[in-house]
Nanobody
Framework: QMQLVESGGGSVQAGDSLRLSCAPSGDTFGSLTVAWFRQAPGKEREFVSAHRRSGGYTYYAESVKGRFTISRDIAKSTVYLQMNDLKPEDTGVYFC??????????????????WGQGTQVTVSS
């Protein structure tokens, strides 16, 4: 079972930036699609961004487009989420996930088999 490890969360002010990292412990992502989801207190886990290994396509939730960038370092088997111009509504636990979702369901958390433990991001106004 692949273990995903996230890092890079923290507490920042609105307008600041953070970079999250996700890597599989003792393994590589290979051709898996890697995504970020987040969960705010009392809310469901929601899709943030995804990176498809094939073609390098990227996908974003509308709420983060233009502010967040997902990238993948194949040599390090690490996926990053660069988050700029953070807003208080970006607060939540951010989870890394990996799997082989069909394209039409790339935003569906049910399509991902492997999950990290999450890293907290808190944005103060």
């Amino acid at each position: 079972q692949m273990q995903l490890v996230e890092s890079g969360g923290g507490s920042v002010q609105a307008g600041d930036s953070l970079r999250l990292s996700c890597a599989p412990s003792g393994d590589t992502f290979g051709s898996l699609t890697v995504a970020w989801f987040r969960q705010a207190p009392g809310k469901e886990r929601e899709f943030v961004s995804a990176h498809r290994r094939s073609g390098g396509y990227t996908y974003y939730a509308e709420s983060v487009k233009g502010r967040f960038t997902i990238s993948r370092d194949i040599a390090k088997s690490t996926v990053y989420l660069q988050m700029n111009d953070l807003k208080p509504e970006d607060t939540g636990v951010y989870f890394c996930a990996a799997g082989r979702p069909i394209l039409s369901a790339i935003r569906d958390r049910q399509m991902y088999n492997y999950w990290g433990q999450g890293t907290q991001v808190t944005v103060s106004s």
